[in-house]
């Protein structure tokens, strides 16, 4: 039986048009997205290609970021090419570019309809039509401000504390969704029920370490008990198991969806 999807995208880009994508990134989490950026989620010592391969069969588009560098990466045109043979066989629009430059699109993917964000003044408009495409997710939570400002001292709390214990490492993060067994499935399910505004985080950043299953929520809990009153067992579980950088791309995640790193107007 096929996966149920989780409203993933891939984002293929180069690694020159960093803050256009950090950007696109962000929006798109805050819509409810899940992003795929191969510069986070493979550790070093991956398999590239392997884990490439994986994390294109497992979303619901590849959004192809078309620029000066990008048409020149011998990467891209490999992972596009993955990307457009699982179009051919599903028959369907898996593919969305955008451009970014003044440039041609690749032979590959001439003749399809792109997003045009060229021109900085109509950004807004061009993501809305990309919006469009990928289809309904479920809203974003409304807060007060009061209740924002509320979470987002939470999360600086306990970002600076997971960036703490990562200093040292030059690890690249990695998603492991679709790889868990029932009984985690099950306990993520419950933790949905408890907080359903997480629940498109949980299921694809929640992570299993020695038995326990750790979500959004379970993580905020924990390690701002741990900030008030002393060490919580969690804190010594991310370490003993190297969990840090999954306990940092959860709440990369969770900052872009709720834009906690942006200030409240």
């Known amino acids: 039986m096929k996966k149920k999807r989780l409203n993933k995208i891939f984002l293929s880009h180069s690694h020159a048009d960093k803050s256009f994508v950090q950007r696109l990134t962000a929006d798109l989490r805050h819509k409810g997205y899940i992003v795929w950026l191969d510069e986070a989620e493979i550790r070093v010592g991956d398999s590239l290609i392997g884990k490439i391969r994986e994390a294109i069969d497992n979303v619901d588009y590849v959004i192809a970021v078309i620029s000066q560098s990008s048409i020149q990466s011998e990467w891209v045109k490999h992972e596009l090419d993955i990307a457009m043979n699982i179009e051919i066989q599903q028959k369907k629009v898996f593919v969305l ?11 590959f993917l001439k003749g399809k309809l792109y997003a045009d964000f060229r021109n900085n003044d109509f950004y807004e408009k061009e993501l809305e039509k990309v919006l469009q495409k990928l289809g309904p997710v479920p809203e974003s939570p409304s807060y007060s401000k009061e209740q924002f400002n509320k979470l987002k001292a939470e999360y600086e709390e306990v970002k600076a504390f997971v960036d703490f214990h990562i200093q ?3 690890q690249y993060m990695k998603i492991k969704s679709g790889q868990r067994s029932p009984d985690v499935q099950s306990e993520i399910e419950k933790a949905n029920k408890e907080h359903p505004e997480f629940a498109h985080i949980n299921n694809a950043y929640a992570f299993e370490m020695k038995g ?10 924990a390690l701002n008990k741990s900030k008030r009153r002393g060490a919580h067992p969690l804190e010594a579980l991310l370490t003993l198991e190297n969990k840090w950088l999954e306990a940092q791309v959860m709440l990369k995640a969770y900052s872009d969806y709720l834009r906690l790193d942006r200030k409240k107007n």
């Open 97 to 107: 570019p955008i451009l970014i430059d003044d440039v041609d699109l690749p032979g």
């Open 168 to 170: 040292a490492t030059e």
């Open 212 to 221: 326990m299953v750790v979500t959004l929520g379970y993580l905020l809990w």
